[in-house]
């Protein structure tokens, strides 16, 4: 993961933005002192919904179901018998 002070930062935030969105790769921005309790890191929008989206099905349990039916020995589960609204 690429490290930046907030100068360097805010001189190629531009570059900094599209090279985010485009290599998929966060970037850190840490003060020069190197207090990393004061770091941030950046990430492209793609990549916040994609982790709060995995969140939010981890906190209502439908990973666990999906895990649950992965591992399922029947070998398929027909889609049209789920409940979707108790998943």
């Known amino acids: 993961m690429e ?3 907030p100068t360097k930062a805010r ?3 531009y570059q900094i933005l599209k090279d985010i969105n485009q290599q998929k790769k966060p970037v850190t921005i ?3 002192n190197g207090d990393e309790d004061q770091a941030a890191i950046i990430i492209s929008k793609k990549d916040w ?4 989206e ?3 099905l981890e906190n209502t349990g439908t990973l666990a179901k999906i895990r649950e039916r992965e ?3 029947s ?3 027909n889609v049209d018998d ?3 609204d108790n998943l």
């Open 30 to 32: 840490t003060p020069a």
């Open 71 to 73: 591992d399922d020995d």
């Open 49 to 52: 919904d994609s982790i709060t």
């Open 11 to 13: 001189q190629n935030l």
């Open 82 to 84: 789920l409940d979707w």
């Open 54 to 56: 995995t969140l939010y």
């Open 3 to 5: 490290n930046y002070t």
């Open 75 to 77: 070998g398929f589960t």
